[in-house]
């Protein structure tokens, strides 16, 4: 079992940056393919990107591709999303999430991962 508690989130100006962090304990953090989904309200949950547990493969959703950045740290077994040249409509509640020992490729329905954390509010104003 793994815990993960994201933190970072905030309020930011549009063409503005946010770097949110995902600090994980619990089984080891490098076995686990990780992810970012975010849950804007009345929307349903959607992937953001993904980094692998074999090869740290990256992939990201298209609605973010070449602003936004995932990366793990193994050694302090924390995941992050680096957020650039933020718009308003990426407001919503960041999510991390967890899939241990999980298969080759991108993996983007929310119900595959095995842990979330509680979320931390993205704000992006106009």
């Known amino acids: 079992q793994v815990q993960l508690v994201e933190s970072g989130g905030g309020l930011v100006q549009a063409g503005g940056s946010l770097r949110v962090s995902c600090a994980a304990s619990?089984?080891?953090?490098?076995?686990?393919?990780m992810a970012w989904f975010r849950q804007a309200p009345g929307k349903e949950r959607e992937f953001v990107a993904q980094v692998s547990w074999i090869g740290s493969g990256t992939y990201y959703a298209d609605s973010v591709k070449g602003r936004f950045t995932i990366s793990r740290d193994n050694a302090k077994n924390t995941l992050y999303l680096q957020m650039n040249s933020l718009k308003p409509e990426d407001t919503a509640v960041y999510y991390c999430?967890?899939?241990?020992?999980?298969?080759?490729?991108?993996?983007?329905?929310?119900?595959?991962?095995?842990?979330w954390g509680q979320g931390t509010q993205v704000t992006v104003s106009s």
């Open positions: 619990g089984r080891t953090f490098s076995a686990y393919t």
């Open positions: 999430a967890a899939k241990y020992k999980a298969t080759i490729g991108v993996i983007r329905a929310p119900a595959s991962y095995d842990y």
